[in-house]
């Protein structure tokens, strides 16, 4: 069975960090470009960062360049998104994201086959 399960969410003091994890079951991930998507309560789901399988490049949305990373660890089948200097803002449901192309993408959810089921990240004093 293709599956996506992320974990990691939380509560978290602005300003910590966070790392969720993604893993997948059925299906290689390491062959798929990655992307992290999030929903805040009454807005859209937006893209936050993307890997691609095919060159290993990063793409991310300006709202978290330099305080957020995506890293991948095959053996285990799992890609994790590390969240540092969190922000208010930030507070979302995450969802990871499986491309089969290879490529990925932060402005649009379309391309991605496989979507996880989402974990709550709430950024809070």
């Known amino acids: 069975q293709v599956q996506l399960v992320e974990s990691g969410g939380g509560l978290v003091q602005p300003g910590g960090s966070l790392r969720l994890s993604c893993a997948a079951s059925?299906?290689?991930?390491?062959?798929?470009?990655i992307g992290w998507f999030r929903q805040a309560p009454g807005k859209e789901r937006e893209g936050v960062l993307c890997?691609?399988?095919?060159?290993?490049?990063?793409h991310y949305a300006d709202s978290v360049k330099g305080r957020f990373t995506i890293s991948r660890d095959n053996a285990k089948n799992t890609v994790y998104l590390q969240m540092n200097s969190l922000k208010p803002e930030d507070t979302a449901v995450y969802y990871c994201?499986?491309?089969?192309?290879?490529?990925?993408?932060?402005?649009?959810?379309?391309?991605?086959?496989?979507w996880g089921q989402g974990t709550q990240v709430t950024v809070s004093s």
């Open positions: 994201a499986a491309d089969s192309s290879g490529l990925c993408t932060v402005v649009a959810s379309d391309p991605y086959d496989y």
């Open positions: 890997e691609s399988s095919l060159d290993g490049r990063t």
């Open positions: 059925g299906f290689t991930l390491e062959y798929y470009g």
